[in-house]
């Protein structure tokens, strides 16, 4: 099993939609999760980053966080097409600075 | 303008010839990071440093090594480059780990022959 794993893509939603990304993590020890967006060809760019149950929201979009169930979870609301891109799930393990990333899911937002 | 930059951006090299791949960032920021990425992978982490003469292995820092001697500079070494490490690769770095500011290199595109 994979340390942090991602739904397999690609994942496709209509423009104005609500786009849904999830990951799921083995080590129950985490404490920080992380979500970047990559453009191809383009390097990553932090977009979310929780810690605390529950939801956290930054304009369109909301992460939301189970340590219960160990998934976090990426919405997009209002789907546009420059939000396609792969989307990249991080968990930090160890409380300090190490970090394993999914393979991540791309999504296509169609207009 | 705050940014992370490396050199080079694009490298073609050959099998055990030693090359040192730079980053550097000018945000005064103490955390550094090296990651890889092959396609249709995400990123692995290579090795980090959460400060000066600090520095730890992420989850493939084999066949790499790094150094911290000042805080805006943290270059990756390969001692002897083989084709496996063929790859693109990404430096960060943040005021510390969970920042939720994280500014990201352009990236090195290395190849091994």
């Known amino acids: 099993q994979k340390e942090v794993e991602q739904n397999s893509g690609p994942l496709s939603v209509p423009e104005g939609a609500i786009a849904s990304l999830n990951c799921t993590y083995s080590?129950?020890?985490?404490?920080?999760f992380f979500w970047y967006r990559q453009y191809s060809g383009k390097s990553p760019e932090l977009i979310m980053f929780?810690?605390?149950?529950g939801d956290k929201e930054d304009g369109r979009f909301t992460a939301q966080l189970n340590k219960a169930s160990q998934y976090v979870s990426l919405l997009i609301r209002d789907s546009q097409p420059s939000d396609s891109a792969t989307y990249l799930c991080?968990?930090?393990?160890?409380?300090?600075?190490?970090?394993?990333f999914g393979d991540g899911t791309t999504l296509t937002v169609k207009p | 303008e705050a940014q992370v930059t490396q050199n080079p951006r694009y490298l073609i090299t050959v099998t055990g010839k030693k090359l040192t791949v730079t980053c550097s960032q000018n945000?005064?920021?103490?955390?550094m990071s090296w990651y890889r990425q092959d396609p249709g992978l995400g990123l692995r982490q290579i090795y980090y440093?959460?400060?000066?003469?600090?520095?730890d292995k992420g989850d493939v820092p084999e066949g790499y090594k790094v150094s911290r001697k000042e805080k805006r500079n943290f270059p990756l070494i390969l001692e002897s480059p083989s084709p496996n490490q063929t790859s693109l690769y990404f430096c960060?770095?943040?005021?510390?780990?969970?920042?939720?500011?994280?500014?990201f290199g352009p990236g090195t595109r290395l190849t091994v022959l």
């Open positions: 960060a770095s943040s005021s510390h780990p969970f920042s939720n500011e994280q500014f």
């Open positions: 080590d129950r020890g985490s404490q920080s």
């Open positions: 929780i810690y605390s149950n």
């Open positions: 991080a968990v930090n393990r160890d409380n300090a600075g190490k970090s394993t």
């Open positions: 945000m005064n920021h103490e955390y």
């Open positions: 440093s959460m400060n000066v003469e600090v520095t």
